[in-house]
C-alpha cells in the first residue's frame, strides 16, 4: 500500500501549514493531488483543509504524525494558480494561508461529515446554471467605445486599462463587447466582473443575461445562501459559468480559464474589507491579471488616486469616453445654493423647494441625497445640555422615530426613547440635526399631494426589499425620493431631472484625509442618476444643486465643471508635498483593550521592539472613534516610501508582536483606508 505526506493549509491562526500521513485503503486508490480537499484530525476536532502538496517524507517525527481521514476526491482539484494567488493574499497581508484559502471556499464544502455531498456536488455539476433570457443585440459603439474596447481586446497579456469615462458615457457597454470579443475567442475563456454591490446592480445582470444567452453566468455575493452559493461557485470553478459576477469576495473565487477581469467603479470602498482578512479586491485583481498575463479593466468616472497615478505614469493604460454615450445627452448642470445667504428651513432652502416644485408641475422626478440615515442623529435636553450618547461607544445613540428607539449605528445597543430627560426630568427632549427619516416627514409636509419616498439601509432591510423599492421608483410610483448612497449607485432613472444633495459640507473637514476625494466621487455618482433623458435639443433639462457653506471650496468648484482631471491631478500634487499615499505605502497596528491606556502602551512598546531602518514610526494615537463596545482603541501608523522595504520590516515585526506577551487585542492591516 502506498505512502504519502500530505502538506495542508488549515483555517486556524497559527502561521504555518501542517504534514498528515495518508495510506491507501485499498489497491488502485487515486494518489491524492495538491489543490484537493482533505479531512483530517485537528485537536479535538475533525476539519476540512487544502492540500498544497504531496510527497514521500516529512521532518514530523512518526509518533507525532496523525492520519488524513478522507480525500474530498469528487472535487476537481483547486489551480496552482489559485493557490498561489491565496498565499499571495497571505503573505502581502501577513496572516496564514489556510486563513484565506479556506474561508474563500462555500460553507457546504468546508462542513467536515458530509458524505452525501459528494453526490450531491455530482448532481449540481450536471445540472449547472443555464440562462434562457430572450438575447439582446449589440448597439453599434461610438468613436470612444470603440477606440476602448479594440484596445483591451486586443491585449493578449498583462494590460492594466483604466476605463475613465463620466456615468453615462457607456462603460457598460465597453465591458459588455470587449467580454464578448475575449469569450469569442476561445471556446472556454472565463471573465470575472466586479461590482462594488450586487445588490444595486441587477440592471448590470440583467445586460448580462440578455446579452450572452445561453451562456451561464455564475454570481456570487455575500448575501446568497449557502446552497446558491455552493451552485454558482461550483460552476465557476468548473469553467460551466463562463461570466462570474461578483462584489469583493469573488476575486477569491476558482477560474480555471479566466481571460479577463472588470472592476466597476473601481474607486468604490466597497472593494476594501474591513475587518478579518482586510484585502483590496482591486489590488488583488490587479496581482491576479498579471499572474495570469490576461487583461484588467478599471472602470470609474472618479479613479482612486492609485490608479490615476498609475496612469499618469502609464503603468494602466487610460481610455477617456469623455461624453455620454446617449445620443446629443448632455451632463446635468451642477449649481451651489449658499446656505450663509439663504437659510434652510427644515434642512431645505427655497431655492432648491421651487425647484422640486418645478419638477412637481411636471411630473418629474427628484431626488435628495443626505447620507445619514435615521430620524436625528442625537436627542438632547435644551434644560440641562443631555445628550443621547451610546455609553458603550464614543459615538451618539441615533434617533429611530418609527421604530421608538435610539439605536448606535457602531455597536448596536438599543434603548427605548426615553420619555423624559433622563438627568434633570425634562419632558421636552429635541431631536438635533436630520437623517433621511426627519427629512422625508418634513418633505411630506411641504409637498403633501406628492409621493414621498425613502430608500436607504432601513427601509430596505429585508431581503428583495432593496430592489423592489427602486422598481417603486423606475415605474414611476415615487415623486420626491430621499436617500443615502444607497441611492447613488447603478440605477438610472429615466424621470429623474433633479438632484439635491443636502448637507454634503461635513466631509470636508473629515479627519479621514480620503474623506473629500469619497465626496467628489460620491456626488459626481448621485449627479450621474440625474439627466440621462437630456439633449442638446432641449428635452428634459437636468440640474443638480448642493446646498454649502463653503461655495468657494475648490472640491465644489470642479465638481461644477465636472472636471475631475483637475480635482485629482491637485489632489495627487498636495499628497506628494505631504508625503502620503498613493506617494508612500502604510500598514497600521491596531491595539484594542478595556482601558485606552493599556493599547497605548502596548503600542509604545511595539514601536520600539524591532529595529525599523527606513521605516517611519509614528506616535500611538487613539483613534477618532476611541471606544467601540466598551473596547478602547488606538493605533500606530508606519510609513515607508518602498513597499517591499514596508512589507519586510512588517513580518518581521508581526512575529516579535506574537512573542509579546499581551493581553491587548492587536492586527495590523496592510494599506488602511480609515485612518
Ligand atoms: P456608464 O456605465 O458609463 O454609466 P452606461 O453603460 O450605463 O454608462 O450607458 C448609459 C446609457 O447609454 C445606457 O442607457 C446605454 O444603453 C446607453 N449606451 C451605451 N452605449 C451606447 C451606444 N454606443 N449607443 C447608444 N446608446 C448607448
Ligand atoms: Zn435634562
Ligand atoms: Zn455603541
Known sequence: MEQLFLTIALDTPLDRVFDYRWTAQQEGEPRPQPGQLALVPFGRQEVMGIIVSVGSNTDVPADKLK????????LAPLSPHWLALCGFAADYYQRPLGE??????????????????????????????????????????????????????????????????????????????????????????????????????PQLEGHLRSRFSGIQIATLHSGMAEGERLRHWLAAHLGQARIVLGTRLAILASLPNLKMIVIDEEHDPSYKQQEGLRYSARDLAIWRARQLDIPVVLGSATPSLESWLHARTGRYTKLALPERAVKNAVLPAVTLINTEREKPLNGITPTLISAIRKRLEKGEQSLLFLNRRGYAPVLACDACGWISNCTRCTAHLVLHKGDHALRCHHCGLEQRIPRSCPTCGNIDLQPLGRGTQRMEEGLQAVFPEARVFRIDADSTRLKGSAEAAFDTVHRGEV???????????????????????????????????R??????????????????????????????MIQTRYPQHPLYHWLMSHNYDRFADDLLEERQGAGMPPYIYQALLRAE??????????LHEAAVCVEHPGITMNDPIPMTMTRVANMDRAQLLVESPSRPALQAFVKQWINALRSMKTRVKWSVEIDPVDI
Open 593 to 602: 483593550a478595556r482601558e485606552l491606556q493599556f493599547a497605548l502602551d502596548f
Open 100 to 201: 484565506v484559502a479556506i474561508p474563500a471556499l462555500p460553507k457546504n464544502l468546508r462542513v467536515a461529515k458530509s458524505t452525501s455531498l459528494d453526490n450531491n456536488l455530482k448532481k449540481l455539476a450536471k445540472a449547472g446554471l443555464g440562462n434562457d433570457a430572450s438575447p439582446n443585440p449589440e448597439p453599434a459603439l461610438n468613436a470612444a467605445q470603440q477606440q476602448a474596447v479594440d484596445a483591451i481586446s486586443s491585449a493578449s497579456r498583462f494590460a492594466p486599462h483604466l476605463l475613465y469615462g463620466v456615468t453615462g458615457s457607456g462603460k457598460t457597454e465597453v465591458y459588455l463587447q470587449a467580454s464578448a470579443r475575449v469569450l469569442q475567442q476561445s471556446p472556454d475563456a472565463q471573465i470575472l466582473i466586479l461590482v462594488p454591490e450586487i445588490n444595486l446592480t
Open 515 to 544: 474623506a473629500s476625494e469619497r465626496l467628489f466621487a460620491q456626488l459626481m455618482q448621485v449627479a450621474g442618476r440625474a439627466g440621462r433623458a437630456a439633449t442638446k435639443e432641449g428635452g428634459n433639462p437636468s440640474e443638480v
Open 67 to 74: 492520519d488524513v481521514l478522507a480525500v474530498r476526491s469528487q
Open 479 to 513: 415623486d420626491i425620493l430621499i436617500g443615502t448612497q444607497m441611492v447613488a449607485k447603478g440605477h438610472d432613472f429615466k424621470n429623474l431631472t433633479l438632484v439635491g444633495a443636502l448637507n454634503p459640507d461635513s466631509a470636508l473637514f473629515s479627519q479621514d484625509y
